[in-house]
């Protein structure tokens, strides 16, 4: 061997070795990033995270790793009871560079969000939802470019929702539901990609933008409770087909429902109670075949229940109470054969109650109360065996209570008072029913006649 190649020898060697005791100095001064996160918590948070060196990290509770167990691409620790501050627990998990995963909801974590965890270059999914964080929801998350979900419901975030949140090329859920969060709601881009948005709960305000329309793959679009405002412009929902849940409910939205609204037609749950809505409801919602439940209670709106409501074979709950709907009831009401809650009260509602809402045979609710509603209670009720709630109370009702209603054996609550119902009670209402009668009241008629047997309330 040359001299030269003997010195090359050793200095590679050296080099090696230097390379080697370093990676071991390195793993000695910095545990392992599952060590640090775990020894950031409270004492009383450590006792309850199995992790330890008696295994491997990827098989430590709630760690989970790619298929052949050489990196960790997820951490699941929700529902544990952990505490803390999460700027100072939370980061070291970021020093995992293969992780995709953070979940760190149901627990007591406090303070606020660390900019950081925006900065895990792999994270995909971020969920830390129902703590105890504050402060507002860091800018850096528009860094966080591979984000596919983020949840950060239910905490005590204050500020505005970064304007460009909905930029974030990959984001397919949002939920922010249940916090401070005031200001506008974010910008809908061009690119919009996201598919669950949910903001229920917050202070936001300011108009619906027209641009929502850009989300064009939105199932869910949740923005209860709000303070949002104005007139939502007649095209702000055209294209989204895929929209299934449109939850607009406890706002300051006014002016007439928006026709685009009548193109959604995978729409199954329409709530947008709770508002200023005026017009009418028009007749073209019976396209909307795929609806299973609609709230529109508590708004102005005028007019009709639209006959098409009939066409709704999936409806289950309509919910219209609380406007300035005028009768007369349409009898295609009749054809929804879906029907468990039929809720009308608080309207301006004359006319008969058609015999064809006797075909209704699901139905358990029936609220017609505090309406103008003439004529005979049909004795075709008897059919609805299913009914347990009838309150017809507070009409212009007349004639006798007919003797079907002891038909009705699953009947718990009825009330029909104040009405001009008059002749005498019938005999066997007590006497079948009573078992199962929680509360009737018939005060405010003209009945005559026995009050019979078995009856405890009411009269
Ligand atoms: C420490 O370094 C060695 C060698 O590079 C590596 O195999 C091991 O996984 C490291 N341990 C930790 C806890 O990072
Ligand atoms: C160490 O981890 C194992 C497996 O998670 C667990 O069963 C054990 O209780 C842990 N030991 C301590 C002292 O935490
Ligand atoms: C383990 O899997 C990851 C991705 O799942 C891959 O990037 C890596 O090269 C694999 N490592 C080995 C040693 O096979
Ligand atoms: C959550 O943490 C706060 C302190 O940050 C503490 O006051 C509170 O009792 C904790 N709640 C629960 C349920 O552990
Ligand atoms: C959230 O807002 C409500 C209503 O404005 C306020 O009462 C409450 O104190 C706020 N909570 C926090 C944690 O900021
Ligand atoms: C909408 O979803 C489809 C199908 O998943 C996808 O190909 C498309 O890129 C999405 N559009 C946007 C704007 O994200
Ligand atoms: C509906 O509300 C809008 C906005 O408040 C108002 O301009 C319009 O006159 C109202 N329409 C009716 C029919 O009340
Ligand atoms: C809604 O109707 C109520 C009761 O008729 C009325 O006081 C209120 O001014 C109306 N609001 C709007 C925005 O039309
Ligand atoms: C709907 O109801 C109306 C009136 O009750 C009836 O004439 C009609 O045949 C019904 N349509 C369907 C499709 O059942
Ligand atoms: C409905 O009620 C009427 C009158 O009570 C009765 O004649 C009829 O047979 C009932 N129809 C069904 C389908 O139960
Ligand atoms: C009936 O309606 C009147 C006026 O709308 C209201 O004052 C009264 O409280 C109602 N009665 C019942 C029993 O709800
Ligand atoms: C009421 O109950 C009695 C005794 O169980 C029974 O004979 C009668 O047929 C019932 N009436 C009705 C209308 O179901």
Known sequence: MLLSQLLNFITTTFIILVFSTT???????????????????????????????TLPPCQWPGVSCSSNSTSITSID?????????????????????TLREIILSYNNFSGPIPPSLFHCPSLTSLRLGFNSLSGPIPPDVLLATHLTELVLSNNFLSGSIPKQLLRLPHLQLLNLHSNNLTGPLPDFPPS????????????LSG??????????????????????????????FVGLRSLQCLFMENNDFTGELPRSLLGLTGLTVLVLSKNQFNGTIPEAIGHLQSLTEIFLWGNNLTGPIPRSV??????????????????????ELGNC?????????????GGPIPPEIS??????KLYLFDNELEGIIPPQ?????????????NNSLSFRIPAEVVYLRNLRYMSLAFNKLSGEVPGELGRNLSYGLVKLDLTGNDFHGLIPPYLCEGG
């Open 359 to 364: 075909n209704l045979k699901k139905l358990e």
């Open 23 to 53: 990676a071991t100095a390195a793993n000695l001064s910095l545990p392992h990033p599952l060590i640090s996160f775990l020894e950031s918590l409270p004492q009383s948070s450590q006792r309850l995270l199995l992790w330890n060196n």
């Open 337 to 349: 054969s879906s029907l468990v809650e039929l809720l009308l009260q608080f309207n301006l509602i």
């Open 77 to 97: 620790v929700s529902s544990l009871g952990l505490s803390g501050q999460l700027s100072s627990s939370a980061p070291h998990l970021c020093r995992i560079t």
């Open 381 to 393: 009720i008897g059919n609805m065996t299913s009914l347990i709630d009838l309150q017809l109370y």
């Open 207 to 236: 108009p619906l933008p027209p641009t929502l329309s850009n989300c064009v793959n939105l199932t869910e679009f949740l923005v209860s409770s709000n303070k949002l405002s104005g007139i939502i412009t007649s095209d702000a």
């Open 192 to 203: 919009c990609s996201v598919s669950k948005l949910n903001l229920n709960k917050n202070i």
């Open 310 to 331: 009939g066409t709704l074979a999936l409806l289950k709950t309509l919910e219209l109470s609380s406007n300035q709907l005028v009768g007369p009831l349409p009898s």
